[in-house]
C-alpha cells in the first residue's frame, strides 16, 4: 500500500530564505508526483507535475525535483515571501489501474516578514 | 466555468439526515474525485469516475456514502443518516484525462450536530 509522508510538518522562515520541503513515498510504482498549496479554509492549488519519466520541474521561483527509484521528492522554494506561507502537499498518483491521488499530511510554511 | 465549483461551501445538519454535496469540474475535464479532509487529517480518497468506466468506489468509507456523476459532468455525493465522524471538508477534483493536473474546488464544509 503506498504511503506518503512529508518532513517537516512545519517549518518557520524569515522572509528571503531558500528552503527545501520533503516528500517521500513507498512504492517507486508511480505514475507522476504533484506539488500543491493549500491556503486555510481554501481548496488545493496546483503548482508544479512531474511525470515518472521525469527528474525536475520549474514554475518561477519553485523547483521540484523527483527521484523516482529512491521514492523522494523535494519542492525548492527561492527567495520565500510572506505570500509563500501556506500547507503545501505533495501527492503520487498510482501507476496502477486506480489513478488515484495519495497524499502525504502536509508541510505547514511561514514566512516571517 | 473557469474552475471546479462546490455547492454548498457550508452545510449544518443533525445528526441521521441525509445530505447531498455537488460537484460542477472544468468543462472538458473527464477525470472527477472526491476527497475528504478531516481537521488536521490529511487528504483521504473517497472515489473517482472516469469517463464512461465503472467508478472507482475503493475510498467510500461505509454503505452510507455514494456518488454519482450524470452525463459525465456534474457529479453529487449522497451521505446518508450522517453521523459526527462525517464531519469534514469535502473535495472535489477534476483534471483532463487520467494522468494530468487535478484542479480542486473550494469545498464543502459539512458539520453534523
Known amino acids: 500500500k503506498q504511503e506518503v509522508t512529508q518532513i517537516p510538518a512545519a517549518l518557520s522562515v524569515p522572509e528571503g530564505e531558500n528552503l527545501v520541503l520533503n516528500c517521500s513515498f513507498t512504492?517507486?510504482?508511480?505514475?507522476?508526483l504533484q506539488w500543491f498549496r493549500q491556503d486555510p479554509g481554501k481548496g488545493l492549488t496546483s503548482l508544479l507535475l512531474?511525470?515518472?519519466?521525469?527528474r525536475e520541474q520549474t514554475s518561477g521561483r519553485l523547483n521540484a525535483s523527483l527521484d523516482k527509484s529512491s521514492g523522494r521528492s523535494t519542492l525548492y522554494i527561492a527567495a520565500s515571501q510572506p505570500g509563500d506561507s501556506a500547507t503545501y502537499l505533495c501527492?503520487?498518483?498510482?501507476?496502477?489501474?486506480?489513478?488515484?491521488?495519495?497524499f502525504g499530511t502536509g508541510t505547514l510554511l511561514a514566512v516571517q516578514p | 466555468g473557469a474552475g471546479v465549483s462546490q455547492s454548498p461551501s457550508n452545510k449544518v445538519t443533525e445528526k441521521g439526515k441525509d445530505v447531498e454535496l455537488r460537484c460542477d469540474p472544468i468543462?472538458?475535464?473527464?477525470?472527477l474525485y472526491w476527497y475528504r479532509q478531516s481537521l488536521g487529517q490529511g487528504l483521504e480518497f473517497l472515489i473517482y469516475?472516469?469517463?464512461?468506466?465503472?467508478?472507482?468506489k475503493s475510498g467510500l468509507p461505509s454503505d452510507r456514502f455514494s456518488a454519482e456523476r450524470t452525463g459525465g459532468s456534474v457529479s453529487t455525493l449522497t451521505i446518508q443518516r450522517t453521523q459526527q465522524e462525517d464531519s469534514a471538508v469535502y473535495l472535489c477534483?477534476?483534471?483532463?484525462?487520467?494522468?494530468?493536473?487535478?484542479?480542486f474546488g473550494s469545498g464543502t464544509q459539512l458539520s453534523v450536530l
Open positions: 477534483a477534476s483534471s483532463l484525462g487520467t494522468g494530468g493536473k487535478l484542479f
Open positions: 512504492d517507486s510504482a508511480i505514475y507522476n
Open positions: 512531474i511525470q515518472s519519466s521525469q
Open positions: 501527492a503520487v498518483r498510482d501507476g496502477g489501474a486506480t489513478n488515484k491521488l495519495i
Open positions: 468543462s472538458g475535464h473527464t477525470a
Open positions: 469516475f472516469q469517463g464512461n468506466s465503472a467508478p472507482d
